[in-house]
């Protein structure tokens, strides 16, 4: 290049890139649900510098089978769940010991209350897991410490909910009995690796609430923290005097613990020990999981492409891995760190349902004060089974859907709303069938 002086000299210049194409650009397969498929995809570097190429999923989504309407999930645990050893408080304050040490706000218990469903299990993705077999809070059933600060505590062992890797916590949400005036409440994470006592207990992430005068209700509290492959995730509320954790009586898969050093119960105790059997704190954790698309797996996940060159990517899709049947899609994107937009592949897998399945499913409306039918999003319908449970959340439209096998016979469903009174119904899974089962919820309006 020649420079001339007092002109300007245009020089173009062309840098070497990496340039990076996929074919075919769509996967898709149908399976029976526990089976598998696979496919194949061509990676090719068509630019002018080598590549360094990383294959993952980036998306996914999920449809049931047979419905156009979506229902927010709280996963129960599946089976037995894994006990943890405490280690007794000597001099622990019990029942009876009103005033100092634990004990009800004074009030009568009463009728169980639904509380309204919080934003995290409102929202698409995630996953929510609990121990508690109902949402409602009931008045008057909750204990905490007289003297001071207490702590309410539960164990989620992570296997026991069939999440794999990490478990990535966003929200924490919990029943609120009372809150007698404004205050400030402590949402804790920790990973426990011994027996249940705070010497064993790691924090993972804390984060703190302010709760106004309130009654009969849930709080959702966005805290972080990540559990690790196959650990045993502890969730502590802590609070002052004047509140009160929502509870109830229904069943619980796994025991209520609490704490107080003002209390002489410096480690967690189950309240049951203290002489509450039926304090069952309603409390609830929303996480991602660090295998967001477990039924696909692609290899190899990396590799190095120079100019010209191409190579195939395997992709396995194992339905064993998913527990509804529906439509299951996810982007798998090609990312070559370069200039020019990353390449994907749309994989779509569509699982039909076993032979001895059939699908619960209907909607949940409410008659209004006003005479006015209304569908209800964010109703919990509860579905009582004779081998698990499972709590769904109602959509925008009021609907909830849910597949299960004929050995989940014979079904109880609960549906409740915020306002408005229990309805509950008997059930039946029918092979290969839809049964429908509609509530028309009647607001309370005395």
Not at 243 to 250: D, K, L, P, R, W
């Amino acid at each position: 290049m020649t420079v001339v002086a007092d002109a300007v000299t245009r020089q173009d210049v062309e840098l070497a890139a990496p340039l990076l194409t996929v074919s075919p650009g769509e996967l898709s397969r149908e399976v029976r649900m526990g089976g598998s498929r696979s496919g194949t995809f061509t990676v090719t570097n068509e630019g002018t510098a080598p590549a360094d190429v990383e294959v993952a999923p980036a998306s996914s989504d999920f449809e049931i089978l047979g419905s156009a309407g979506s229902a927010g999930i709280i996963k129960g645990a599946a089976g037995e769940v894994t006990e943890v050893s405490t280690v007794t408080s000597s001099g622990a304050q019990g029942a009876g010991q009103d005033g100092d040490g634990f004990g009800r706000n004074g009030k009568r218990v009463g009728t169980p209350v639904t509380p309204s469903a919080p934003p995290s299990l409102l929202a698409d993705g995630g996953t929510t897991i609990t121990h508690s077999s109902s949402q409602d809070v009931t008045p008057g059933n909750s204990v905490a410490c007289g003297a001071g600060v207490t702590q309410w505590l539960r164990t989620f062992t992570l296997e026991d909910f069939e999440i794999e890797g990490e478990f990535a916590v966003t929200n924490v949400s919990f029943g609120v009995e009372i809150v007698e005036a404004a205050t400030e409440a402590t949402v804790n994470l920790y990973e426990l690796d011994g027996d249940f006592e705070y010497a064993n207990m790691t924090l993972l992430g804390s984060s703190d609430v302010a709760l106004e005068a309130q009654e009969l209700t849930m709080v959702d509290v966005p805290v972080t923290g990540t559990a690790s492959p196959g650990s045993t995730l502890v969730v502590e509320v802590v609070g002052e005097p004047g509140f009160f954790v929502g509870s109830n009586a229904e069943p619980e898969t796994a025991p209520s613990y609490i704490a107080s050093d003002d209390c002489n119960t410096p480690e967690p105790t189950t309240v049951e020990d203290l002489g509450f059997p039926d304090m069952h704190m309603v409390l609830n954790v929303t996480g991602e999981t660090t295998v967001e698309v477990p039924w696909l797996d692609v290899q190899p996940p990396a590799f190095t492409l120079e100019p010209g060159a191409s190579a195939t990517v395997q992709v396995g899709m194992d339905s064993s891995r998913v527990d509804q049947p529906g439509t299951y899609t996810s982007a798998v994107v090609a990312d070559g760190g370069t200039p020019y937009p990353e390449p994907r592949v749309q994989v779509s897998l569509s699982v039909t349902p076993p032979t001895s399945w059939g699908k619960i499913a209907g909607t949940v409306t409410g008659v209004t004060c006003d005479d006015e039918t209304v569908p209800l999003e964010g109703a919990f319908v509860v579905i009582d089974g004779s081998e698990y449970d499972v709590t769904l959340v109602t959509g925008p439209e009021g609907g909830y859907a849910r597949w299960m096998g004929v050995s989940n016979n014979r079904l109880t469903l609960l549906s409740s709303a915020t306002g408005y009174p229990p309805e509950m119904k008997n059930a039946r899974i029918i092979r290969g069938q839809t049964v429908v089962h509609d509530f028309e919820l009647n607001e309370f309006c005395g």
